[in-house]
T-cell receptor, first 112, second 109 residues
Framework: NAGVTQTPKFQVLKTGQSMTLQCAQDMNHNSMYWYRQDPGMGLRLIYYSASEGTTDKGEVPNGYNVSRLNKREFSLRLESAAPSQTSVYFC???????????FGEGSWLTVV | KNEVEQSPQNLTAQEGEFITINCSYSVGISALHWLQQHPGGGIVSLFMLSSGKKKHGRLIATINIQEKHSSLHITASHPRDSAVYICAVISGTASKLTFGTGTRLQVTL
């Protein structure tokens, strides 16, 4: 999807390791989101950010931290990865009210 | 109880059939989105609604704000419509985005 770039696309971690998922958008959007998708569970919101410097917890924030240092980038950090965090992670962004949501292509994370 | 409920969870249809997917939500919203996810993961936005009805090709989306309900209709369904369709709502001053669990649609020849 044009406009939202997330990295890495695939990652295997050992339990206890840390890593950061990066997300960047070039559409000057205010709102950015991180969510995870698990089989049979749908998309669940981890954290979101309405603007630079602000973040809010979603449905499943435990075990994650986020950072919105500028308008363009919103990173998701796993400080001590657990097998329960094996999932597909998607980043999304949205402009002002009435704008379409744009999604990154997803990051497949496996914690062993 | 989830803030956003979709039905049905799974749907199988024959080519040409008229399809309806429903979404109900329990919170005040500023907008509702219908999304499509094909196998392989890519997610695209189909519609954004805050009132009334929108049409794009064979897809029609409606919303009733008073009843907190939206529907996505597909006319003359085709196998290429096979995908997961997801309803998402925007709520709160911080534009929280909450998803339904999705409806898996399979259209057969």
């Amino acid at each position: 999807n044009a406009g939202v770039t997330q990295t890495p696309k695939f990652q295997v971690l050992k339990t206890g390791q840390s890593m950061t998922l990066q997300c960047a958008q070039d559409m000057n959007h205010n709102s950015m989101y991180w969510y995870r998708q698990d089989p049979g569970m749908g998309l669940r919101l981890i954290y979101y950010s309405a603007s630079e410097g602000t973040t809010d917890k979603g449905e499943v924030p435990n075990g994650y931290n986020v950072s919105r240092l500028n308008k363009r980038e919103f990173s998701l950090r796993l400080e001590s990865a657990a097998p329960s965090q094996t999932s597909v992670y998607f980043c999304a962004s949205r402009g002002r009210a009435g704008n379409t949501i744009y999604f990154g292509e997803g990051s497949w994370l496996t914690v062993v | 109880k989830n803030e956003v409920e979709q039905s049905p969870q799974n749907l199988t249809a024959q080519e040409g059939e008229f399809i309806t997917i429903n979404c109900s939500y329990s919170v005040g919203i500023s907008a509702l989105h219908w999304l499509q996810q094909h196998p392989g993961g890519g997610i695209v936005s189909l519609f954004m609604l805050s009132s009334g009805k929108k049409k794009h090709g064979r897809l029609i989306a409606t919303i009733n704000i008073q009843e907190k309900h939206s529907s996505l209709h597909i006319t003359a369904s085709h196998p290429r419509d096979s995908a997961v369709y997801i309803c998402a709502v925007i709520s709160g001053t911080a534009s929280k985005l909450t998803f339904g669990t999705g409806t898996r649609l399979q259209v057969t020849l």
